[in-house]
């Protein structure tokens, strides 16, 4: 038979056994959190009518799309999990309960130029609270409560939460005489962190073609904070000049006094009147967290609040606020920086079961027991040397090895080896399996991440 | 702006929110299950070079592959988790450690002519055991151990698990003269639950030309329970005749004995001649699962022992045994048939917390401590009246309701509203917590299928 070269697409993500441990549980660990917060979970097709998905149409996104026909039906592949959240609430708007709080962890496509930590197909790990009419602010502060919760699960420790409000923004270009620029004035200011302050006001000036002094106002009122003023207070200043800023920094305001409520502690959240998000879609909270020691790689979960989820789809005004993590990219860099927790063995099994005798029915019996008690069990049946039995326990971490010998089997024992100590138990099954289970359920608390000590 | 219709495709399972409830309890449960066994998980890309994918080539799931073009490459979406698996194990040889046992759950794509039950994108919960060169028949009479274990866990009771042996029917086709048909052989007995026993005897002799006496020595064994002969016994009666005959009563005698020790009942398993499975690909062992009170559904987990998994990448004697669960179709059919657990409350959240006053620092303060201690919790600060918030804990199903007004704030407590019971209890904080923890957790131990009582 001829044989073909077995390959993987390029800017697709395939781990090796060991490393999807660590994946798996970071998506339990955000299916856990996110439950926490009563988010219903949701699943909708990788595969949408490509009118659908399109509906927005035209864009950057549109050339990275996998679109392709099968029979007579234009299908794409979905980019993200929002366009088809919009979808599922517009159709079954009548069967579904607001506010809507749905998680969705799934994969989705986007045709990019492949390139290290850049993928083709990724997860995206997202949240939505979805109002019918109207949604209280409330939402906004609770938000950073889950982001924070949820790394803090994960193992991080040094993040932060940026965040903004559109509105602020919006309401400031007004006054200033920058409002029918605001869309450019935004995307501009989204790039203050990479290019620096001076190429900003020169863009705002040259480019977009603000006076001097109106651009001056922007840069002096974002970056208010280098000079020691705190957002809010720099923007009571302005109290009382325009409305759409006015109910901005009372929202800001509310959000950060509910966001220390909701437990998200000092060092992990900061206003920032920088970050605008470049998404035209957003009209209130913006959020963006970065890792502290890696603030290169961008940030790691973004979203925000908006007033229309589902425009294209129906009638009705849909507002609500979301986040996302791409948990992809997220798991690449965090792998790549050396952050995943040697302290979680990436096993596949807490036990390993030598059988001794030609009998296997107390090894059996044993790995039966075992596993009723929630302890993941291997039996090693295979006729391979003991040696070799034991370095396959020894190549996959597995924490303890069981010997069942004529010995033990006479005297209803089992002999427990800890692969870690070396210690070694003959004992009986169920003092066995309840000291296992013990050390089991301590290592299962460990989180998947650890942050290295800093430099 | 010019509004579309939103549509899911025809074929695409997408579930409202209360069904999605139960599909992710089980998918939760098969996890849970599998890991009990020592298996990685494992994730791997969902669409691949076509020229791997299509190694094998030809026949009918190749009309049925999506597949497209993007840029120069040759694309198709997985059609199962097999031949991925195969690629994987190929491509990562050096870096595994056999025997190699992973589950993986994922979606598959067929393009399937749309009919209801018949879905285009499924998930399969697939599992398998690849040894190195050669793998023990422990590992054969372990799997229908994993069947029974999973399928009680999600709650079915009344299913049982068919086992044969091919090595039994080719080598009984040797030993009979019908050697050189087997696979045409195979084909039709696998008709004989379809079409009966008759139109099978008229297929084997008119259409694939066997003596009528031989077609009758086949249909005799392997109908042979209908006259109160137990397979094994039946069996025995040949055995020194034919090599491979020999090995496979060995094999099944082997099997069915190990697989009592597994701990599969009695009345959840049978040897059963007359399953054959189609494909040539398994050479020992195979599987079938029926639901007794839905036979015409056909099997809800099949598979068995193959010899070869990845001849078409790689060199390696990779022999293995795997089965798959078709989880889409299994949730249409439990659903349709009214096997979704009404005990089983398809809630987003155990408490709804409503805030009485102004200053909502007390209840989210709750919401925090009861998130903590591992309780799902939504707080309802929305704009509405207190009737409609009743109404939102009523329709979506969430047992506890919790009031914090200005009385309990000032005592440090909180009323409790068990959804159910009625009952209302002004009580500490902690307490609360407590009373409320310990309902949730009974109720999550509810499987999320019950079989009807029988008629």
Known sequence: MDIIKPRTLSGFM?????????????MAKLRETYSLYGFFPLD????????????????????QIYRFTKGDTDLSLRFDLTVPLAKYVALNYGKLTFPFRRFQ???????????????????????????????????????????????????????????????????????VGAG????????????????????????????????????????????CQERGLSPLDALEAYRGKNETLDLGITELATVARYMAQFGVPQENYVIDLTIARGLDYYTGTVYETMLLDHPEIGSICSGGRYDNLAGYYTDKQLPGVGISIGLTRLFFVLEDQKYLNPALKPT????????MTEDLGPAISFATQLREAGIRTQLHCEKKKFKQKMSYADKLDIPFVVFLGEDEIRDGKVTVKDMVSGEQLTISPAMAAAGILEKVNLARAVPPISEPAAE
């Open 348 to 355: 596949p099994a807490d036990v390993l079961i030598l059988p």
């Open 44 to 63: 909708t097709p990788q595969i949408e009518a490509s009118e659908i998905l399109l509906a927005k149409g035209g864009g950057e996104t549109e050339k």
């Open 180 to 223: 029918e620029k605001a869309g450019d004035v935004m995307r501009t200011i989204d790039k203050l962190e990479k290019i620096g302050a001076e190429k900003v006001l020169n863009l705002l000036t040259e480019e977009i073609g603000l006076p001097e002094e109106t651009a001056k106002a922007i840069l002096d009122l974002i970056t």
């Open 14 to 26: 395939e781990l090796l056994p060991e490393k999807q441990v660590y994946f798996e549980n970071m």
């Open 105 to 175: 962890i799934g994969k989705v496509y986007r045709g990019e130029r492949a390139q290290r930590g850049r993928f083709r197909e990724f997860y995206q790990a997202d949240i939505d609270i979805i109002g019918d009419g109207s949604l209280d602010i409330i939402n906004e502060a609770e938000i950073p409560g889950i982001i924070y919760k949820t790394f803090k699960t994960l193992g991080l420790k040094r993040f932060v939460i940026r965040i903004n409000n559109r509105k602020v923004l919006n309401g400031f270009f007004e006054l």
